[in-house]
């Protein structure tokens, strides 16, 4: 391990009032790692807010029930009828839902708590809506940029666990499969651009479907994984000084173990 350079040392902050987020790919064992760092944390008397997106608030959690529930994300094949059954969230309303429960989140919970001297551990943030929503989704972000100047880029996280797992890893750790944001995924894939009350744009959908292999809804869900995760790999690669990159194939004490060092190293904890 190489000697903290001087620079860095001097430029410790204290660690009252820091925002701290953790972000990767589905499975990659943040949330796990954001409640020990917590726990670590207050065994220090250090004042902490654990929270989350989406859902760290009230509003927010009624937000992740629409954005993130199976039932408004589900393509099922109707056996009666033959058909195909869709009730699909756009990816546009999608995003729009996770900037909406991200603006409700600061104001109500994170800048308060950095202002009052808390430290801040959010399970995901702005990063995610980059990594998922443009990345993954393929979904052009400019258009709002003027909203998330003004709303979202002046809460910054002064510094992001990116724990960084390849796709397979990933899939072999969750259900993601099960996970609405990778059946929105297929359903993108599939070209989920269509009209929900024409039949012929769900016949044609359906005819792709029923021609679909078995292991392709697979395929579709490495690609997309992969598409995220270099979107991880573009914002760090963008703000190396916020953004440490962890390797999260390691163990959960190894993680835990090199995020206190580099909290250390950055912070005064001790
Ligand atoms: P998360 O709560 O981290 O998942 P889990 O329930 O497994 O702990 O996140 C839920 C999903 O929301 C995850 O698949 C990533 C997705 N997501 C986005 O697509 N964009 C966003 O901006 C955020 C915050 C999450």
């Given at each position: 391990m190489s000697d903290t350079p001087s620079s860095t040392r001097n430029s410790r902050r204290a660690l009252k009032g820091a925002f701290i987020t953790f972000e990767g790919?589905?499975?990659?064992g943040k949330t796990t790692q954001a409640r020990l760092l917590a726990d670590k944390l207050k065994a220090h008397d250090f004042s902490v807010v654990e929270t989350r997106e989406p859902g760290g608030t009230q509003i927010g959690r009624e937000i992740r029930d629409i954005v993130l529930a199976t039932r408004n994300t589900f393509i099922s094949r109707s056996l009666s009828s033959d058909r195909l059954n869709i009730r699909a969230i756009q990816p546009t309303s999608q995003l729009l839902l996770f900037l909406a429960d991200r603006i409700q989140h600061i104001n109500e919970i994170i800048r308060p708590a950095i202002e009052s001297g808390k430290v801040v551990i959010c399970d995901r943030y702005h990063d995610a809506t980059i990594a998922y929503?443009?990345?993954?989704?393929?979904?052009?972000?400019d258009i709002l940029e003027p909203l998330i100047t003004e709303e979202i880029t002046p809460t910054k996280p002064d510094l992001t666990f990116w724990l960084d797992i390849d796709e397979g890893k990933a899939r072999e750790r969750t259900h993601i499969g099960d996970s609405p944001a990778i059946q929105l995924s297929f359903l993108l894939e599939l070209g989920a651009n269509f009209d929900l009350e024409n039949d012929i744009a769900i016949d044609k959908l359906s005819a792709k479907l029923i021609n679909s292999t078995k292991s392709r809804p697979q395929q579709i869900q490495l690609r997309y994984l992969r598409r995220i995760r270099k979107g991880y790999a573009a914002l760090h690669k963008a703000d190396k000084n916020r953004i440490e990159k962890i390797d999260g194939s390691k163990t959960i004490e190894e993680v835990q173990s090199i995020i206190w060092e580099n909290l250390t190293r950055r912070f005064h904890v001790l």
């Open positions: 790919i589905d499975g990659c929503q443009k990345y993954g989704g393929e979904l052009n972000l």
